[in-house]
Nanobody, 124 residues
Framework: QVQLVESGGGFVQAGGSLRLSCAAS????????MGWFRQAPGKEREFVAA????????STADSVKGRFTVSRDNAKNTVYLQMNSLKPEDTAVYYC?????????????????WGQGTQVTVSS
């Protein structure tokens, strides 16, 4: 069993930055791709970014490209999401997830373990 715990969310003004962290514990697999998703009120959960197990491949959604960066430190079993130039439309609960397979999956069903989420609120 894998446990994922997100942290780093909070309240920030538009244009500001936040860094989310996702700490993995339990039967962790450093071979798992890791992803970040978000869900705003009344909307479906959507893909934000992903990174492969080795950290050599990343993928980001068009809506955050150039502003968000995903990275991982396998020695610390931690994945990060650096969010810059935040906009009010980035307001959502952000979830970390551990996936299966190779590459950088961007579909919900490709992820099998999920964290509880951390709230990010961006004011205008």
């Amino acid at each position: 069993q894998v446990q994922l715990v997100e942290s780093g969310g909070g309240f920030v003004q538009a244009g500001g930055s936040l860094r989310l962290s996702c700490a993995a514990s339990g039967r962790t697999s450093r071979n798992s791709p890791m992803g970040w998703f978000r869900q705003a009120p009344g909307k479906e959960r959507e893909f934000v970014a992903a990174i492969n197990w080795g950290g050599s491949l990343t993928s980001t959604a068009d809506s955050v490209k150039g502003r968000f960066t995903v990275s991982r430190d396998n020695a610390k079993n931690t994945v990060y999401l650096q969010m810059n130039s935040l906009k009010p439309e980035d307001t959502a609960v952000y979830y970390c997830a551990a996936g299966v397979g190779l590459g950088v999956p961007n579909k919900l069903h490709q992820y099998i373990h999920w964290g509880q989420g951390t709230q990010v609120t961006v004011s205008s």
